[in-house]
């Protein structure tokens, strides 16, 4: 059984920064590419960064490209999102996902790419 647990997320002012941590297990997590994403209230879940298997490919929203970045630590089975310069926009739940398809980076950005899910974990920027 798969699972994924987010952690890291809190209140902090605009400008602040936070790191996220996703821990994953029951799948052999070196070899798929993860994502995070998120859902603000009254809006849908968006895409925000995803990075390959090995860690060498990133692509990332142009809402946070050049604020956050994202990595992977395949040895713990954990994948982060460093998160700087936050606005109050970037307040939602984040969410990390893992990719239906092993060893694949070239449909990273959607909803449907992705076979599972954490349970989220909530950011808030205030102004």
């Known amino acids: 059984q798969v699972q994924l647990v987010e952690s890291g997320g809190g209140l902090v002012q605009a400008g602040g920064s936070l790191r996220l941590s996703c821990a994953a297990s029951g799948r052999t997590f070196a070899s798929y590419t993860m994502g995070w994403f998120r859902q603000a209230p009254g809006k849908e879940r968006e895409f925000v960064a995803s990075?390959?298997?090995?860690?060498?490919?990133?692509y990332y929203a142009d809402s946070v490209k050049g604020r956050f970045t994202i990595s992977r630590d395949n040895a713990k089975n954990t994948v982060y999102v460093q998160m700087n310069s936050l606005k109050p926009e970037d307040t939602a739940v984040y969410y990390c996902a893992s990719h239906r398809v092993s060893n694949y980076f070239r449909y990273v950005n959607s909803i449907d790419d992705y076979a599972y899910w954490g349970q989220g974990t909530q950011v808030t920027v205030s102004s």
């Open positions: 990075i390959s298997w090995t860690g060498i490919r990133q």
